[in-house]
Nanobody
Framework: QLVESGGGSVQAGGSLKLSCAASGNTNSIYFMGWFRQAPGKEREAVAG???????RYGDAVNGRFTISKDIDADTLSLQMTNLKTEDDAMYYC????????????????????WGRGTQVTVSS
């Protein structure tokens, strides 16, 4: 099970930190990631991280967002800085219990466990 937290409202240029708590058989998780979806738009990959330390970022957030994982706490985080109005979306935490190449970290179809999401609202 994945439970997201940390969403909220912020002005453009501000920062937020999202967290995702994993529970259950976390030893079977090979990689985790963040995805987002705005109303009327397709789901978009934000960032992914593998157990081998490999990390990938979506082009829209590269350089502004940082993904990290606390293995001991089974927690995934997403530090978001310099937020833009286009970052306004529901953010979902995801995990996969199957191995993949780092190139697949941003492929939503390779994730089989999803949280319910946390809303991030960015105002101008």
């Amino acid at each position: 099970q994945l439970v997201e937290s940390g969403g909220g409202s912020v002005q453009a240029g501000g920062s937020l930190k999202l967290s995702c708590a994993a529970s259950g058989n976390t030893n079977s998780i090979y990689f985790m990631g963040w995805f987002r979806q705005a109303p009327g738009k397709e789901r978009e990959a934000v960032a992914g991280i593998g157990n081998d330390g490999s990390i990938r970022y979506g082009d829209a957030v590269n350089g502004r967002f940082t993904i990290s994982k606390d293995i001991d706490a089974d927690t995934l985080s997403l530090q978001m800085t310099n937020l833009k109005t286009e970052d306004d979306a529901m953010y979902y935490c995801a995990a996969s219990s199957t191995r993949c190449w780092p190139s697949a970290l941003l492929d939503g179809t390779t994730y089989n466990i999803w949280g319910r999401g946390t809303q991030v609202t960015v105002s101008s």
